[in-house]
């Protein structure tokens, strides 16, 4: 069956130091992946996302992720977080055999904390 | 440029009664997804339907019917609620079928509680 892991539910950081949210997933083809940002009480706005081509993929407000396929993951990285990244991140997998970008399987999502 | 806009944003039905949440979307996608989100669990799909006049059942279906009023509108309509419905609704859209590497763009959710 077609899954999304995210193994961390929150992590904490301090302000300034690296940050990398894990995601794996179980998908039958190759998949389109997603990361998404949501802050408290908003919707979710897209950070990045993978198609195909160059595996290391850079995003918005500095993310960026990188696609491995021998270990089905697709981990979030940013290299110095800012208390405005405090929110919940959620990494998914599109259906690419219908080539709809919407139809997607989430994780559970991981809850960022920034430290001063 | 609104995106994809949904109504209401708040709601609190009783056990038994029934509401629609609209959502509209003015990109001109043709595509469009009905959500949920519950604590630990993430989003999962309702319905969604890949172009106008289509609709598809997905995860969780259950308790759910979706209407697509057009291209631009797709509704979520509860029949008869339950607690278990109590969740924050999200309403997304996508260019969709036939058309490669496309992205969901989301709306600012519906939080719906059923007492």
């Known amino acids: 069956a077609q899954s999304v892991t995210q193994p961390d539910i929150h992590i904490t950081v301090s302000e300034g130091a690296s940050l990398e949210l894990r995601c794996n997933y179980s998908?039958?083809?190759?998949?389109?992946l997603f990361w998404y940002v949501q802050s408290p009480g908003q919707g979710l706005q897209l950070l990045l996302k993978?198609?195909?081509?160059?595996?290391l993929v850079q995003g918005i407000k500095g993310f960026e992720a990188e696609f491995k396929r021998s270990q089905s993951s697709f981990n979030l990285r940013k290299p110095s977080v800012h208390w405005s990244d405090a929110a919940e991140y959620f990494c998914?997998?599109?259906?690419?055999?219908?080539?709809?970008?919407?139809?997607?399987?989430f994780g559970q999502g991981t809850e960022l904390s920034v430290k001063p | 440029n609104a995106g994809v806009t949904q109504t209401p944003k708040f709601q609190v039905l009783k056990t038994g009664q029934s509401m629609t949440l609209q959502c509209a979307q003015d990109?001109?996608?043709?595509?469009m997804y009905w959500y949920r989100q519950d604590p630990g669990m993430g989003l999962r799909l309702i319905y969604y339907?890949?172009?106008?006049?289509?609709?598809d059942k997905g995860e969780v279906p259950n308790g759910y019917n979706v209407s697509r009023l057009n291209k631009r509108e797709f509704s979520l309509r509860l029949e008869s609620a339950a607690p278990s419905q109590t969740s924050v609704y999200f309403c997304?859209?996508?260019?969709?079928?036939?058309?490669?590497?496309?992205?969901?763009?989301f709306g600012q959710g519906t939080r719906l509680t059923v007492v």
């Open positions: 997304a859209s996508s260019e969709g079928q036939g058309r490669t590497n496309t992205e969901a763009f």
């Open positions: 998908y039958g083809a190759t998949p389109y």
């Open positions: 993978y198609f195909s081509g160059d595996t």
């Open positions: 998914a997998v599109g259906d690419i055999s219908y080539n709809q970008g919407g139809k997607l399987i």
């Open positions: 990109m001109n996608h043709n595509s």
């Open positions: 339907s890949a172009s106008e006049g289509t609709t």
